[in-house]
C-alpha cells in the first residue's frame, strides 16, 4: 500500500514537472510575445513572426510565416484591424488546429482620429473604420491582454495552470508599478504641454490615460499621407501653442516631419517607440513605455 503510495505520489510529481514539448506559440505582436514570454517561462517556446523593427502597418505574411502560424498551437494578434491579413487567414488558421488570441477582443478600443474625408488613401492601411488599433500604449489594456493570455494557456496546457497563474500575478503586479512609475513621471509636466505631435496617430490610448493631446501628421495607419493643408494647419497650431517638442518614430517616418520641425522652430524631441517594441532597453513592454515616457517629459517639461 505504502509502495503504491509512493509511486502514486513519484508519478504525479513526474507529470507536473516534466513536459515533453514546450506549448509553440507565435505572435504577430512584439507586445504579446514579450508577454507571452513572461506569463509562460520555460513551458512556451514563442516564435516572433514580426518582429521589432518591421512596420506591422505594410507587412504581410511570407508563406514560410504563414507554415510557421500552421504549426503553432496559439497564435498571438493585435487585432482591432491592425493586422489587416488577419481576417483572410483566419480559416485556415482554425482549420489547422490554431487558438488564435486577439488582444483587441478584450480591450476598450477608441477611436483614431479620421482622416478620411481628406481623401487618404486606405488602401494599405488597417482603417477598419477609425478604431485605433495601438491598444498597448494602456497599460490597463495590457493588464487585461495578460490574463487573456493566461487564460489561453491554461486552456491549452493545463498541467502549466499554477506556473502560468503565478507568472501572470507577477506580472500584473509589475504593470500596476509601471502604471503608478507613468503617473509619478508625468506630474512634471504642466496640463499646457501635454501636446504630442508625432509622425502617425499611434499615441491616443497613452493620450486618453494622462491626458494629452495628439496632433499627427499621419493617420492611424504609417501609410495615410497628410495633405499640404493638414500640414500647414499643423504648423499654424504648433506656432500658435508655442509647442516646444516634436516626436519621431523608430520605424517610420514621413519626410514632412522634418520640413514641420524646421517650420515651428520646435525642437526634435526623440524617438518614441509607436507600433510595438524596440531592440535594447526598449526590448520589453515596460522597457519601451520607460523609455516613451522618460523622451516625452523630458523634451516637454
Ligand atoms: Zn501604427
Known amino acids: 500500500m505504502m509502495n503504491r503510495l509512493l509511486i502514486a505520489t513519484a508519478f504525479l510529481a513526474w507529470l507536473?514537472?516534466?513536459?515533453?514539448?514546450?506549448?509553440?506559440?507565435?505572435?504577430?505582436?512584439?507586445?504579446?510575445a514579450d508577454l507571452a514570454r513572461q506569463i509562460g517561462g520555460e513551458r512556451v517556446e514563442v516564435t516572433e513572426i514580426v518582429k521589432a523593427g518591421v512596420d506591422p502597418h505594410i507587412y504581410e505574411p511570407t508563406p514560410g510565416d504563414r507554415k510557421t502560424m500552421a504549426k503553432s498551437q496559439i497564435l498571438l494578434a493585435s487585432g482591432?484591424?491592425?493586422?489587416?491579413?488577419?481576417?483572410?487567414?483566419?480559416p485556415g488558421l482554425e482549420k489547422s488546429g490554431v487558438r488564435l488570441v486577439v488582444g483587441g477582443d478584450v480591450v476598450k478600443p477608441i477611436e483614431g482620429s479620421c482622416d478620411e474625408h481628406e481623401g487618404h488613401d486606405h488602401a494599405?492601411?488597417?482603417?477598419?473604420?477609425?478604431?485605433?488599433?495601438?491598444?498597448?500604449h494602456s497599460i490597463s489594456n495590457v493588464q487585461a491582454v495578460a490574463?487573456?493570455?493566461?487564460?489561453a494557456f491554461v486552456a491549452a496546457d493545463p498541467e502549466g495552470k499554477a506556473t502560468y497563474e503565478m507568472n501572470n500575478k507577477n506580472?500584473?503586479?509589475?504593470?500596476?508599478?509601471?502604471?503608478?512609475?507613468?503617473?509619478?513621471?508625468?506630474?512634471?509636466?504642466?496640463?499646457?504641454?501635454?501636446?504630442?505631435?508625432?509622425?502617425?496617430?499611434?499615441?491616443?490610448?497613452?493620450?486618453?490615460?494622462?491626458?494629452?493631446?495628439?496632433?499627427?501628421?499621419?493617420?492611424?495607419?504609417?501609410?495615410?499621407?497628410?495633405?499640404?493643408?493638414?500640414?500647414?494647419?499643423?504648423?499654424?497650431?504648433?506656432?500658435?501653442?508655442?509647442?516646444?517638442?516634436?516626436?519621431?518614430?523608430?520605424?517610420?517616418?514621413?519626410?514632412?516631419?522634418?520640413?514641420?520641425?524646421?517650420?515651428?522652430?520646435?525642437?526634435?524631441?526623440?524617438?518614441?517607440?509607436?507600433?510595438?517594441?524596440?531592440?535594447?532597453?526598449?526590448?520589453?513592454?515596460?522597457?519601451?513605455?520607460?523609455?516613451?515616457?522618460s523622451t516625452i517629459v523630458e523634451a516637454l517639461k
Open 16 to 32: 507536473t514537472s516534466a513536459q515533453a514539448e514546450p506549448l509553440r506559440v507565435a505572435s504577430l505582436s512584439t507586445v504579446m
Open 80 to 90: 482591432l484591424g491592425f493586422e489587416g491579413y488577419l481576417d483572410k487567414i483566419r
Open 124 to 136: 494599405h492601411g488597417h482603417s477598419h473604420g477609425t478604431t485605433d488599433p495601438h491598444w498597448w
Open 147 to 151: 490574463a487573456q493570455i493566461c487564460n
Open 171 to 293: 506580472l500584473q503586479t509589475r504593470l500596476a508599478a509601471l502604471s503608478k512609475w507613468v503617473r509619478l513621471q508625468l506630474a512634471a509636466l504642466p496640463k499646457a504641454n501635454r501636446v504630442l505631435v508625432t509622425s502617425h496617430d499611434a499615441l491616443g490610448y497613452f493620450a486618453k490615460d494622462n491626458g494629452f493631446e495628439i496632433f499627427a501628421v499621419q493617420g492611424i495607419s504609417t501609410s495615410d499621407q497628410p495633405s499640404s493643408q493638414k500640414v500647414k494647419r499643423l504648423i499654424g497650431e504648433i506656432k500658435a501653442r508655442k509647442v516646444k517638442a516634436i516626436f519621431a518614430e523608430n520605424i517610420e517616418n514621413p519626410k514632412v516631419l522634418e520640413q514641420i520641425t524646421n517650420e515651428t522652430g520646435a525642437k526634435p524631441g526623440g524617438v518614441l517607440y509607436a507600433d510595438g517594441l524596440g531592440s535594447g532597453p526598449a526590448g520589453t513592454y515596460e522597457g519601451m513605455m520607460k523609455s516613451n515616457v
